[in-house]
């Protein structure tokens, strides 16, 4: 939704937040899926990041490299998703 937003320049009222919330619920199901972990590890790796994502732009915490260490979880998620299918 944040990229087609991006993508059509549509904006909607209170639109981060709602993407943000959208995101910890999103992150949070994926991890609650009910499946090992060790099948899985590309899913739970996109689940941390799509959970974390949100919180840290939803707290507004400011962590020093955590836009490397996201982008390295989301690298790594996308990687291990491809190589499983």
């Known amino acids: ?3 087609l ?3 059509t320049g549509a904006s909607l009222p209170d639109g981060s937040f709602i993407l943000n919330l ?3 619920v999103a992150g949070s199901l ?9 099948e899985e590890i590309g ?6 990041w799509v959970l ?10 400011d962590i ?3 836009g490397l260490i996201l982008n390295l979880v989301a690298i790594a998620a996308g990687a291990l998703i ?3 299918k």
């Open 64 to 66: 020093q490299s955590a």
């Open 1 to 3: 939704a944040k990229g």
């Open 22 to 24: 959208l995101a910890i």
């Open 30 to 38: 994926i991890l609650l899926q009910g499946r090992s972990w060790s």
């Open 5 to 7: 937003l991006a993508v």
């Open 82 to 84: 491809l190589v499983r």
């Open 52 to 61: 974390v994502t949100g919180l840290l732009s939803l707290v507004n915490i």
């Open 43 to 48: 899913m739970v790796l996109l689940g941390v």
